[in-house]
């Protein structure tokens, strides 16, 4: 699975910057069409939500999800044929 | 199922300002309830009136959105007529303590089965930043333009005195911690109070120094001291060091209940 953001939804109040402990959500530098710098995302696969969800069952971490004040934070399966990244950090 | 399956998906985003921590804390509610298993048709959210109040709008379950201050007299009202269903109330400083404050005390003491959410920004949010009972002295608001000299309501304080069953107190930097003990205030029979202190960036924020979002809540985890060190520290007899507040569970207790399914 892949770690997204929705546009349509995110406020840009940075929030998810300050829980994330691996740093995956990074200050974001363009506006988007309603004015609202979206945070960029540093190789969200290292997320071990992406990899770990299906298998456990249940999210894991998921401290950003919690504290995003407008739910603009999720997990979508990838698209058919598109490359999956797994990248593990410890 | 998830939490983010109990929005209205349709009434996304939320009126909300840029970083309102009102967010965080129905996202911490609906992960409670759903831990749970509560079905839609069984659960009602009841609200008065104000920012941190809209917020049974978002979620798909019945709902009271009521008049200001009173909602725990709704709530009341759905508890005895229907105690099979789970009332949850959600609420902010000014409609649970200011107007509201007697509804409040006397919930508590006739230990009503309901919990009740109080996302406590330290203003009138809604009406743009009027001085309510847990505004911190010295505080900017439009009724205290020279800083607030008044006293503070301790809501948690209040609800151990008034006779409530269960009553914790976290910020919304404290997530986890957060939806446990709302979970456990669900699961409690009697009356249980969440006091959550939240941000609220454009009437209290900007004018007392916290304009930025991630700050305040910065603030908020540096000024919160957990209530078993903060009772050892005074045990011990050691300083405490000011302007903090003291996070966790103050009780969990047994007194007789009203409203509890038979
Ligand atoms: C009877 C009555 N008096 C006053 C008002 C105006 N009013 C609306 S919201 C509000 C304050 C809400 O403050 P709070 O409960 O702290 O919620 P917040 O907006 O901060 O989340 C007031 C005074 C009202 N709607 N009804
Ligand atoms: S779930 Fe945890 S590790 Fe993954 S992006 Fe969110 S905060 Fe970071
Ligand atoms: S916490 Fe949510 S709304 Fe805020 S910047 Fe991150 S994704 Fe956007
Ligand atoms: S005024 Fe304050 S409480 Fe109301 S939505 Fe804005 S930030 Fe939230």
Same mark, same amino acid.
């Given at each position: 699975?892949?770690?997204?953001?929705?546009?349509?939804?995110?406020?840009?109040?940075?929030?998810?910057?300050?829980?994330?402990?691996?740093r995956?959500?990074?200050?974001?530098?363009?506006?988007?069409?309603?004015?609202?710098?979206?945070?960029?995302?540093?190789?969200?696969?290292?997320c071990p939500?992406?990899?770990?969800?299906?298998?456990?069952?249940?999210?894991?971490?998921?401290?950003?999800?919690?504290?995003?004040?407008?739910?603009?934070?999720?997990?979508?399966?990838?698209?058919?044929?598109?490359?999956?990244?797994?990248?593990?950090?410890? | 199922? @998830?939490?983010?399956?109990?929005?209205?998906?349709?009434?996304l985003? *939320?009126? +909300?300002?840029? !970083?309102? $921590?009102?967010?965080?804390?129905?996202?911490?509610?609906?992960?409670?309830?759903?831990?749970?298993?509560?079905?839609?048709?069984?659960?009602?959210?009841?609200?008065?009136?104000?920012?941190?109040?809209?917020?049974?709008?978002?979620?798909?379950?019945?709902?009271?959105?009521?008049?200001?201050?009173?909602?725990?007299?709704?709530?009341?009202?759905?508890?005895?007529?229907?105690?099979?269903?789970?009332?949850v109330?959600?609420?902010?400083?000014?409609?649970?303590?200011?107007?509201?404050?007697?509804?409040?005390?006397?919930?508590?003491r006739?230990?009503?089965?309901?919990?009740?959410?109080?996302?406590?920004?330290?203003?009138?949010?809604?009406?743009?930043?009027?001085g @309510?009972?847990?505004?911190?002295?010295?505080?900017?608001?439009?009724? *205290?333009? +020279?800083?607030? !000299?008044? $006293?503070?309501?301790?809501?948690?304080?209040?609800?151990?005195?008034?006779?409530a069953?269960?009553?914790?107190?976290?910020?919304?930097?404290?997530?986890?911690?957060?939806t446990?003990?709302?979970?456990t205030?669900?699961?409690?029979?009697?009356?249980?109070?969440?006091?959550?202190?939240?941000?609220?960036?454009?009437?209290?924020?900007?004018?007392?120094?916290?304009?930025d979002?991630?700050?305040?809540?910065?603030?908020?985890?540096?000024?919160?001291?957990?209530?078993?060190?903060?009772?050892?520290?005074?045990?011990?007899?050691?300083?405490?060091?000011?302007d903090?507040?003291?996070?966790g569970?103050?009780?969990?207790?047994?007194?007789?209940?009203?409203?509890?399914?038979?």
């Amino acid at each position: 699975m892949k770690l997204v953001i929705d546009s349509d939804r995110c406020k840009g109040c940075n929030l998810c910057m300050l829980v994330c402990p691996y740093r995956i959500f990074k200050e974001g530098k363009d506006q988007n069409e309603r004015g609202i710098i979206i945070p960029e995302l540093d190789r969200p696969e290292r997320c071990p939500n992406c990899r770990l969800q299906r298998l456990y069952g249940r999210t894991v971490c998921g401290l950003c999800q919690m504290i995003c004040p407008d739910q603009a934070i999720r997990w979508d399966d990838e698209k058919e044929n598109e490359p999956q990244k797994v990248v593990i950090e410890f | 199922m @998830s939490f983010r399956d109990w929005y209205r998906i349709d009434r996304l985003p *939320t009126i +909300y300002c840029v !970083g309102c $921590g009102n967010g965080t804390v129905i996202n911490c509610t609906l992960h409670a309830v759903d831990t749970l298993g509560w079905k839609w048709e069984e659960t009602v959210f009841v609200s008065g009136i104000g920012c941190s109040s809209r917020a049974p709008g978002y979620i798909k379950t019945d709902s009271l959105h009521t008049t200001h201050g009173r909602a725990l007299a709704f709530a009341t009202g759905i508890k005895l007529a229907r105690p099979d269903l789970h009332v949850v109330v959600f609420t902010g400083d000014g409609d649970l303590a200011a107007i509201g404050g007697n509804h409040f005390i006397h919930s508590c003491r006739r230990n009503v089965d309901m919990t009740v959410i109080c996302m406590n920004n330290w203003i009138y949010g809604m009406t743009g930043g009027q001085g @309510s009972p847990t505004t911190p002295r010295g505080a900017i608001t439009t009724t *205290t333009p +020279y800083g607030s !000299g008044e $006293g503070v309501f301790d809501l948690s304080a209040l609800a151990v005195v008034a006779g409530a069953n269960h009553v914790a107190r976290w910020t919304s930097y404290h997530v986890k911690e957060l939806t446990r003990a709302i979970q456990t205030g669900l699961e409690t029979p009697g009356f249980s109070l969440i006091e959550v202190l939240t941000q609220c960036p454009t009437a209290y924020g900007r004018r007392n120094k916290l304009r930025d979002v991630a700050e305040t809540v910065e603030y908020l985890k540096d000024h919160a001291i957990l209530l078993q060190k903060y009772n050892r520290l005074v045990q011990e007899g050691k300083p405490v060091p000011e302007d903090m507040f003291t996070v966790g569970e103050f009780i969990r207790r047994n007194r007789p209940a009203m409203g509890v399914p038979p």
